[in-house]
């Protein structure tokens, strides 16, 4: 079955320490996306991937990065986390279409203590 | 001004009720325009897109885009409690940079049996 998948789904985590959340899809998209949301705020785009090799980076400065080695693959690495990337991280991917429509995982919500 | 402007809510309504929910934006260049459901602990899922102005109906969803007005709603009809959920409108430019989608901030429904 086509799908979105991201792990872990939940992370506690001290401060400092290096951690890389995964997304994978299966449906054979080519864009790839990761987004920020905090309880009542926006989504916030923070990377994105046209395809292989190809990374920019989003609307919300992010200390994170993300590197696209395969069409299915769109790892996001911290080096050192803080407190302030506590956050819940969603993975999105979409094809090439005029409205853009995109497809969540179910995301990981990451604690930094 | 924020490009999106949705309220957050919380708004809760006995099952059966007609919900309304609405977002206004700021950017004539919007084209197409999205309504995602996110249910808690779950990335966001497209439950309806429109193009331009005009009216679009799926079952107890109508989608409405004024953009005259600059002005987006979802009406509901026959709430149901699985209807419970976070509704977060989204809206996309065409033409070269059509990969982003900007994003309200979500209005939170409780549908009360």
């Known amino acids: 079955e086509a799908d979105i998948y991201q792990t872990p789904r939940y992370l506690v985590i001290g401060t400092g320490k290096k951690i890389t959340l995964e997304c994978s899809q299966t449906?054979?998209?080519?864009?790839m996306y990761w987004y920020q949301q905090d309880p009542g705020m926006e989504l916030h785009l923070i990377h994105y991937s046209y395809g292989v090799n190809s990374t920019e980076k989003g609307d919300l400065s992010s200390e994170s990065t993300v590197s696209r080695i395969r069409t299915e693959h769109f790892p996001l690495t911290l080096e050192s986390a803080r407190p302030s990337h506590t956050s819940q991280y969603l993975c999105a991917s979409g094809k090439t279409g005029y409205y853009n429509e995109q497809f969540f995982g179910p995301g990981t919500r990451l604690t930094v203590l | 001004q924020k490009e999106v402007e949705q309220d957050p809510g919380p708004l809760s309504v006995p099952e059966g009720a007609i919900v309304s929910l609405n977002c206004t934006y700021s950017?004539?260049?919007?084209?197409?325009f999205m309504w995602y459901r996110q249910y808690s602990r779950k990335g966001p899922e497209l439950l309806m897109y429109t193009y331009s102005s005009g009216n679009k109906e799926d079952g107890r969803f109508t989608a409405q885009v004024d953009k005259s007005s600059k002005y987006i709603s979802l009406f509901i009809r026959d709430s149901q409690p699985s209807d419970s959920a976070t509704y977060l409108c989204a809206m996309t430019r065409s033409g070269g940079s059509n990969y982003k989608l900007t994003f309200g901030k979500g209005t939170l429904l409780t549908v009360n049996p």
């Open positions: 449906m054979g998209h080519d864009k």
């Open positions: 950017n004539s260049a919007f084209q197409y």
